[in-house]
């Protein structure tokens, strides 16, 4: 986040704005000589330089922003059905190569399988949790870049629990850590 100076404007802007006025001014005589021509110099002076071209200095890394409440429904809709979608053809590797480096160094398509066996063996259907918006405990950057969501879809007769890490990897969320289980029978 840049921190906003006393007048209200941005130290980088203010930097830039700066450098870009006085790269106009010095362009200024160089143009007014080629306009007029030049009165023979009384001693000779050296050519004057090329003009060199502007970049504006990058901006410091700022901190990842928490994302909006539908961007969060979307990333755990859309890993719930990666995860149902897995369990019902038994092929984990899409659901593998969907994660972040970290996640896909950390899982291979067996051990993803073996961590949902669980849910596979009780034949619990996730795609029910597409149609359910789920409750949130937690919904946090736990560091920079990464976000968990933690939660529960409140299911018949027992809710699904969920605890999901995300990554910011080159422009978008990826999944980066997940814990899905059937939580205890509510009552009736």
């Known amino acids: 986040m840049v921190a906003a100076n006393p007048h209200g404007s941005r130290p ?4 830039l ?6 790269a106009a001014a010095a362009a200024l005589p160089a143009q007014a000589q080629q306009q007029r021509p030049a009165p023979a ?5 050296p050519a004057p330089a090329p003009p060199v071209a502007l970049r504006p200095t990058p901006a410091a890394p700022s901190a ?3 994302p909006d409440r539908l961007t969060q429904l979307k990333l755990v809709w859309s890993t719930m059905a990666a ?45 029910e ?13 736990n560091e920079p870049g990464v976000l968990r969501l933690r939660g529960s879809f409140p299911l018949r007769p027992a809710p699904i629990l969920f605890d999901l890490l995300f990554q910011w990897r080159d422009g978008g969320w ?15």
């Open 12 to 15: 980088g802007l203010v930097a």
């Open 17 to 22: 704005a700066a450098t870009v006025v006085l």
């Open 41 to 45: 110099p009384a001693s000779p002076r």
């Open 64 to 66: 990842t922003p928490i």
């Open 83 to 127: 995860v149902d979608h897995a369990n019902r053809s038994g092929n984990y590797s899409v659901l593998r190569d969907l994660g972040s480096p970290g996640f896909q160094a950390n899982n291979n398509a067996a051990s993803l399988a073996g961590v949902f066996a669980a849910l596979r063996s009780q034949q619990v259907d996730l795609s």
């Open 129 to 141: 949790t597409l149609i359910v918006q789920p409750t949130f405990d937690i919904a946090k950057m």
């Open 174 to 188: 990826r999944l980066h850590g997940i814990a899905v289980v059937r939580g205890q029978p509510l009552g009736r």
